[in-house]
Each structure stands twice: as structure tokens, then as C-alpha cells.
T-cell receptor, first 116, second 112 residues
């Protein structure tokens, strides 16, 4: 596709349920990122995948959060046992290899998660 | 204290005004500085990208970085209603990939 594609665009879930958010990066982009944007908090880094390297998970807020990237392309962010404080916009982004000058990150439109 | 501080606004200006948006930061290791524009319910889009100190101009937009003061600015000349959006500053370390640290964003409204 032409840009980063995320689904679902909106998700309302009950507290305690698990949710999966999907990201399809720009074709050819080896780097993929997940950020979270909460009201008044700006964007918060969650996790970064680059090629076949081990992902940088340093931003994941708890062990309820996990992400995987299959085949170097599509990524899924999973939140288990959702809590109300997980309500936010989850933004996926991709770029060319940062180590090879891929400095521009392209963001998707986000998945708006509401936990009730 | 947050690593990157940004006044959330809202900032309201008349059409044609010069807009100044700013961020301060605390970590002197940041080397790459960016400004993103985010329209309501959309993802951020990159406006300006600078490395280390100095100025960079692109059309009506000018980005300035003053590493000695740990202060970055974005100037918008001849502001238009279409510039109404939230502006986010972001920065990263050398060797940090594109792992960005963002400010909270400044909401800008350009009035007719």
C-alpha cells in the first residue's frame, strides 16, 4: 500500500479482555515502530523492530503488552487483560533502515482503543 | 521532569501571522530534531528534520536548533487556516535508530 495501514481504526473493549492491533508497514520498510498517544501525554515509544534483529522492547509499559512481527512485514500489538488506563491511540510507523540513512518515519492513522 | 517540554497551548493567531513554536529538552545527547504536524484523528506527518545545531528552511517553515540552550523552534510564516493542527517536536540520539522522544504537542489555530 501507499502508506502505513492500521486496523482496527477504532476498538471499544471491556476491561479484562485481550485486544490485538494490526499494522501493515510501507512496502520495503525494514523498521517498524509502535507508539502510544494518550490525551495530553504526547507520543510514547513502545517497541521497535529492525530487520531480523531482536526488537527493542524497552518502552512496553507492562508484561500485558507484547508485539510480534511476522515475516519482516506485518506486526501485531497485543494487550492482555486490558485496563482503563490502556485507553489511547496506538500508532504504528515504519521507515527504511535507520542505520542506512532511513531517517524519515511514516506514521499510520492509529488505532483508537477505548477500554470500558 | 519530562525529557522534552512543550507548551500545549492552545495558541490562536490571525491568518498571515508569524507563529513561533518551541521545545526545551534536558538530555544533551539528543542529536536529531524533528517537527511533526498532526491533524485531528490523523497520524503525525514529518515537517522538518535537522541534525545538531543550526537553521533549516523549507517554504514557509523554518526550524532552529540551539544545542547550547537545549532549545528548538519552529517558525511558520504567513500562517494559513490549513496550518491549524497540533505540532509535535521530537528528538533522537545518534545510534538510537528512529526511537523518538516526543513533546506533548502544541495545538495551533489560525483564524480567518
Amino acid at each position: 500500500g501507499a502508506g502505513v495501514s492500521q486496523s482496527p481504526s477504532n476498538k471499544v473493549t471491556e476491561k479484562g479482555k485481550d485486544v490485538e492491533l494490526r499494522c501493515d508497514p510501507i512496502s520495503g520498510h525494514t523498521a517498524l515502530y509502535w507508539y502510544r498517544q494518550s490525551l495530553g501525554q504526547g507520543l510514547e515509544f513502545l517497541i521497535y523492530f529492525q530487520g531480523n534483529s531482536a526488537p527493542d522492547k524497552s518502552g512496553l509499559p507492562s508484561d500485558r503488552f507484547s508485539a510480534e512481527r511476522t515475516g519482516g512485514s506485518v506486526s501485531t500489538l497485543t494487550i492482555q487483560r486490558t485496563q482503563q488506563e490502556d485507553s489511547a491511540v496506538y500508532l504504528c510507523a515504519s521507515s527504511l533502515d535507520p542505520g542506512a540513512g532511513g531517517n524519515t518515519i511514516y506514521f499510520g492513522e492509529g488505532s483508537w482503543l477505548t477500554v470500558v | 521532569q519530562k525529557e522534552v517540554e512543550q507548551d500545549p497551548g492552545p495558541l490562536s493567531v490571525p491568518e498571515g501571522a508569524i507563529v513561533s513554536l518551541n521545545c526545551t529538552y534536558s538530555n544533551s545527547a539528543f542529536q536529531y530534531f524533528m517537527w511533526y504536524r498532526q491533524y485531528s484523528r490523523k497520524g503525525p506527518e514529518l515537517l522538518m528534520y535537522t541534525y545538531s545545531s543550526g537553521n533549516k528552511e523549507d517554504g514557509r517553515f523554518t526550524a532552529q536548533v540551539d544545542k547550547s540552550s537545549k532549545y528548538i523552534s519552529l517558525f511558520i510564516r504567513d500562517s494559513q487556516p490549513s496550518d491549524s493542527a497540533t505540532y509535535l517536536c521530537a528528538m533522537s540520539f545518534t545510534g538510537g535508530g528512529n526511537k523518538l522522544t516526543f513533546g506533548t504537542g502544541t495545538q495551533l489555530k489560525v483564524e480567518l
